[in-house]
T-cell receptor
Framework: DTAVSQTPKYLVTQMGNDKSIKCEQN?????MYWYKQDSKKFLKIMFS???????INETVPNRFSPKSPDKAHLNLHINSLELGDSAVYFC???????????FGSGTRLTVV | AQRVTQPEKLLSVFKGAPVELKCNYS??????LFWYVQYSRQRLQLLLR??SRESIKGFTADLNKGETSFHLKKPFAQEEDSAMYYC???????????FGQGTRLTINP
């Protein structure tokens, strides 16, 4: 039973399209995150949500819009995809009082 | 701003040799430091955290506040240690982890 699951694992799409990545955790954690890993393997936080509320938005373009329908889900919608959006996107979750994150397996997004 | 620096992008050692992955951080308060590992085609996993002061898979890391370092060490490297290693920092109320650039460790047979 996967703790943090992301779908899809791979996503190939054309520039200008709109796409979504879904994330679900069954750990009962109250904080969820999206991280971006670029081609140089550098991991950078994008968003952090605590109990469905946005806590952190790290200067991410408005084309990226996270949505948390409940504290077990944090989806990422991306509008007007650009070549530079190609990366691996990781979802993660944690309890509010600890930083022991559990990561999803990642979604490799390729924009062509 | 908080920053984590891993000076080596690539590190290659022979099996059985000692390994040390360097991590330095900049943060003026009391940090929480972590090492995460990503094996090939697998998700990122927590390896160890400084507050636990534990040894996982033979790895240890000591927080040195004077040198602002949290180097990861293992006395005898094994081939299965080949992976990408990330040092990360957080602090009370941060609501996020700040990652270093990562070090790709390769253990040669």
């Amino acid at each position: 039973d996967t703790a943090v699951s992301q779908t899809p694992k791979y996503l190939v799409t054309q520039m200008g399209n709109d796409k979504s990545i879904k994330c679900e955790q069954n750990l009962g954690h109250d904080t969820m995150y999206w991280y971006k890993q670029d081609s140089k393997k550098f991991l950078k936080i994008m968003f952090s949500y605590n109990n469905k509320e946005l806590i952190i938005n790290e200067t991410v373009p408005n084309r990226f819009s996270p949505k948390s329908p409940d504290k077990a889900h944090l989806n990422l919608h991306i509008n007007s995809l650009e070549l530079g959006d190609s990366a691996v996107y990781f979802c993660a979750s944690s309890r509010h009082d600890t930083h022991g994150y559990t990561f999803g397996s990642g979604t490799r997004l390729t924009v062509v | 701003a908080q920053r984590v620096t891993q000076p080596e992008k690539l590190l290659s050692v022979f099996k059985g040799a000692p390994v040390e992955l360097k991590c330095n951080y900049s943060y003026s308060g009391s940090p929480e430091l972590f090492w995460y590992v990503q094996y090939s085609r697998q998700r990122l996993q927590l390896l160890l955290r400084h507050i636990s002061r534990e040894s996982i898979k033979g790895f240890t890391a000591d927080l040195n506040k004077g040198e602002t370092s949290f180097h990861l060490k293992k006395p005898f490297a094994q081939e299965e240690d080949s992976a990408m290693y990330y040092c990360a920092l957080s602090f009370q109320g941060a609501q996020k982890l700040v990652f270093g650039q990562g070090t790709r460790l390769t253990i040669n047979p």
